[in-house]
């Protein structure tokens, strides 16, 4: 059994700066890809963004570029996502994922962070 418990979550101010963590215990390898999603009142969850299981390929959603970084630790097992000049349209859920071929498909899910972002 895979579980993921993401934190870092809160409250901040247009133009803030938060870190999310994320980390994983039980089956995981360290070949496995992470990834970050997120859901908005009323609307789908979407990606975010992706790291490979070597930390050396990363991805991101096209609205978040330039502005959120994804890392992972050297274990592999915790992954970040430092998110700069924050925007109210940032605000959601914020779910970490693994699994195999993630981000393109994963197989666990955490249980979520809230980000909310004030204007």
């Known amino acids: 059994q895979v579980q993921l418990v993401e934190s870092g979550g809160g409250l901040v101010q247009d133009g803030g700066s938060l870190r999310l963590s994320c980390a994983a215990s039980g089956r995981i390898l360290s070949s496995y890809g992470m990834g970050w999603f997120r859901q908005a009142p009323g609307k789908e969850r979407e990606f975010v963004a992706g790291i490979g299981w070597s930390g050396g390929n990363t991805y991101a959603a096209d609205s978040v570029k330039g502005r959120f970084t994804i890392s992972r630790d050297n274990a592999g097992n915790t992954v970040y996502l430092q998110m700069n000049s924050l925007k109210p349209e940032d605000t959601a859920v914020y779910y970490c994922?693994?699994?195999?071929?993630?981000?393109?498909?994963?197989?666990?899910w955490g249980q979520g962070t809230q980000v909310t972002v004030s204007s």
């Open positions: 994922a693994v699994g195999r071929i993630c981000p393109r498909v994963c197989d666990y």
